[in-house]
């Protein structure tokens, strides 16, 4: 079974810093896009930024500059790490993964969620 556990959130003052990492395990056999997603209370899941297995990164216009995604193939690891954060940055925050099986099969992996909260 293939899944992905995240770690890294928490509270957080605002101006502060945070660093998300996302990790898959299981029988996967490549790993194509790895993206941060997040959702606030009331409002729709939203990307943050991707990377892709070349190394392309893309950023929300509203964390342009203050996020950095990065990958580590070898560990199956996604990060990101957030700056000067700001109230407006609290939600749970979703890695998600473009995964290839080692039986040959495209899927989506999502996980399970991390909080960040920024105040206070």
């Known amino acids: 079974q293939v899944q992905l556990v995240e770690s890294g959130g928490g509270l957080v003052q605002p101006g502060g810093s945070l660093r998300l990492s996302c990790t898959a395990s299981g029988s996967i056999f490549r790993i194509d896009r790895m993206g941060w997603y997040r959702q606030a209370t009331g409002k729709e899941r939203e990307l943050v930024a991707a990377i892709t297995s070349d190394g392309t990164t893309n950023y929300a216009d509203s964390v342009k500059g203050r996020s950095t995604i990065s990958r580590d193939n070898a560990n199956k690891t996604a990060c990101l790490q957030m700056n000067s954060l700001k109230p407006e940055d609290t939600a749970v925050y979703y890695c998600?993964?473009?995964?290839?099986?080692?039986?040959?099969?495209?899927?989506?992996?999502w996980g399970q969620g991390t909080l960040v909260t920024v105040s206070s």
């Open positions: 998600k993964f473009a995964v290839l099986t080692v039986k040959f099969r495209f899927a989506e992996l």
